[in-house]
């Protein structure tokens, strides 16, 4: 039943979103999220411990044309941050924003940054970078992310107050599409290229989201209150530090654990990397 919860839960929301939104394509969109979250649970529970984290990497990977080519090419609709803005200025609820609303403000009270560990399409691409080391990336470095987020919301509203048509842009107008587009490529593109250079400069494949995400930001203020937790098992930890030294976002999953109470760190992802790298079980 765990396994298919996430098939039924993107059912359920797509079929809500299709019946008040009225557009078929969220009864696409989300029950694929859920379905190949779903496959990604299947395919860990088949895997040897140390294994198991392919199921996870194979699902990020298979949601990520959800994003980029069903909604970002087909649909030509740019779901980045700074594409929110511009959709917020024209006073329009649009699929961009129901996607915040969904994946990064109302879901992370639920799941917490599940998002980052399973479906963003940005660290699709990390995940499986030919890199083996997991470098703690220096504490002071996490400021920079708000640089990125100053200038995600200044991007655009420089471009609004320099007269550009931002109403244009919008998928529902025929003369927008092509605005979508570009700013869909050059956005992506943007956050592809720095986020594959800062994993090779830092010897970690989720430096970006360490330095430069500007939406973890956001995510991270609903994370706080998060019902799904990484938690003690129970079990006594023995202190190897493992879970620690491999956690993709530097938590401090050891101190959680031995303090026996469910992790409180909004930096966590959810991968379940430190669970299944435990030797003894401590890690629920
Ligand atoms: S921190 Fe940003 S880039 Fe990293 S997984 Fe989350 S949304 Fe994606
Ligand atoms: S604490 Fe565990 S589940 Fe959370 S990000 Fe770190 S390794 Fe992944
Ligand atoms: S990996 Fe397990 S045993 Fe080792 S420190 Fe972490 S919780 Fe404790």
């Not at 649970?41 to 198991?52: E, G, T, V, Y």
């Not at 919301?153 to 048509?165: A, K, N, Q, R, T």
Request: charged share 15%; hydrophobic share 50%.
């Amino acid at each position: 039943m765990r396994l298919f919860l996430p098939l039924l839960i993107g059912l359920l929301v797509g079929a809500l979103l299709y019946f008040t939104k009225g557009w078929w394509g969220f009864f696409i969109i989300f029950p694929w999220i859920g379905a190949c979250i779903a496959l990604g649970l299947f395919i860990a529970a088949q895997k040897p411990k140390a294994k198991r984290d392919q199921g996870r990497r194979i699902a990020i990977l298979a949601i990520a044309p959800i994003f980029l080519i069903f909604l970002g090419i087909y649909q030509r609709e740019n779901l980045q941050l700074e594409q929110t803005v511009f959709y917020l200025a024209a006073g329009a609820f649009s699929r961009v924003l129901i996607h915040y609303t969904v994946a990064k403000v109302l879901g992370p009270l639920i799941w917490g940054r599940g998002f980052c560990g399973w479906a963003c399409w940005t660290a699709a691409i990390l995940e499986w970078l030919p890199i083996q080391e997991n470098r703690p990336i220096p504490k002071n470095h996490a400021r920079f992310r708000w640089l990125f987020l100053l200038a995600s919301l200044l991007i655009p509203l420089l471009f609004i107050w320099s007269g550009y048509d931002y109403r244009q842009a919008q998928i529902y107008e025929s003369g927008g599409k092509f605005d979508q587009l570009v700013w869909f490529a050059v956005g992506n593109g943007f956050y592809y290229i720095t986020a594959i250079i800062l994993a090779f400069r830092f010897g970690k494949k989720r430096a970006f989201c360490k330095i430069a995400c500007p939406v973890s930001l956001i995510m991270k203020i609903p994370a706080q209150y998060a019902r799904i937790r990484i938690r003690p098992s129970g079990i006594s930890c023995i202190g190897c530090g493992q879970c620690s030294r491999n956690c993709p976002m530097d938590v401090d999953v050891m101190a959680a654990i031995r303090s026996g109470k469910p992790l409180q760190s909004a930096e966590c992802i959810l991968c379940g990397a430190c669970r299944h790298i435990c030797p003894v079980g401590a890690i629920q």
